[in-house]
């Protein structure tokens, strides 16, 4: 009988493709929504008002946790830092509150995201999973995201937690922000363009959440990152000539990105040199392991409509 999984966060960048991996391999699927939706495998869900409809755990083997407020996509203010807190640790809570409550049910692992944050600044330091977390806002919150993450092991859970870097694709998130500027002929390193940026292809991602569920071997903590990182210079060159696009050696500085992003600059400006040797020495197989021809894979035609016959 085909293994059942548990996706919060699906309808999100990671969780769509995640989602539609595992059906095709064959997996049944069953997703938390805060919206009503025509499928019988969708199951209603309010974080903050700490409600769950029961029924999503049912015949599940394993929980892929995904959820949690953008961190990027607006001003943080006070407010909209504990909602980024809180959007992670409630949700925890609450999955792990319906299963402790309900017995007879089958889940053995618990997989969930984290991120590269967790490090905070780090300069040029080769980052493994056993360095120390540090300081900021969001490594704070990838702290409190993990130590909530941890909790499942008092009910006997395996918990895997991957420290995802950026996730490149066209389909959102970091990448389409990136490669605006150079598309529009104005490609430039931001801050000094030394701070290391761990990067990692969508199918690459989709992979690691999918050798998360299968490998029973894999337990704690996961740099989710391509074993070649890349600085800002580096990336943003590499995007400029996969692209057919200048790069241009001038910077953009960090008082003009306080200006347009704020706080926010903090994620843009921090160096996470990670090293990927714990997800090697698991035995997870990268597709992509340059950023080029991630890259070119990601902007080719080729790629493009293979990924809509999917």
Not at 235 to 256: D, N, Y
Request: net charge positive.
């Amino acid at each position: 009988m085909a293994k059942k999984i548990l996706i919060t966060g699906a309808t999100g960048l990671v969780g769509t493709a995640l989602k539609k991996h595992l059906l095709n391999k064959g997996y049944l699927v069953n997703t938390l929504s805060r919206k009503v939706e025509n499928d019988p495998n969708a199951f209603l869900w309010d974080v903050y008002k700490q409600q769950i409809d029961p029924k999503c755990i049912d015949g599940v083997d394993a929980v892929v946790h995904l959820a949690g407020e953008p961190v990027a996509d607006k001003k943080w203010t006070a407010e909209r830092k504990k909602q980024i807190i809180d959007s992670r640790i409630k949700s925890t809570g609450l999955l792990f509150k319906i299963i402790k409550e309900h017995r007879d049910h089958q889940i053995k692992s618990f997989i969930s995201a984290s991120a590269v944050g967790y490090y905070g600044d780090c300069g040029d330091e080769i980052l493994t999973e056993e360095s120390p977390n540090g300081y900021g806002f969001l490594a704070e919150c990838c702290k409190l995201w993990e130590d909530a993450v941890e909790e499942g092991r008092k009910l006997s859970l395996r918990v895997v937690k991957l420290r995802t870097g950026i996730v490149i694709t066209k389909a959102g998130g970091a990448l389409p922000q990136l490669d605006l500027p150079v598309r529009m002929f104005a490609g430039a390193a931001l801050g000094t363009g030394k701070q290391w940026t761990p990067w990692l292809h969508m199918d690459d991602m989709v992979g690691m959440y999918t050798e998360a569920i299968e490998n029973l071997k894999m337990e704690g903590s996961y740099n989710a990152c391509a074993p070649n990182p890349a600085t800002n210079t580096n990336l943003t060159k590499t995007i400029a000539k996969v692209l057919h696009r200048p790069f241009w050696p001038i910077k953009v500085s960090k008082g003009i990105l306080d200006l347009i992003l704020g706080e926010r600059t903090e994620a843009v400006l921090m160096s996470n040199n990670t090293s990927a040797q714990k997800i090697l020495d698991a035995g997870f197989k990268f597709k992509f392991t340059h950023l080029k021809d991630a890259l070119e894979n990601i902007y080719s035609q080729k790629q493009s409509n293979e990924s809509s016959k999917d």
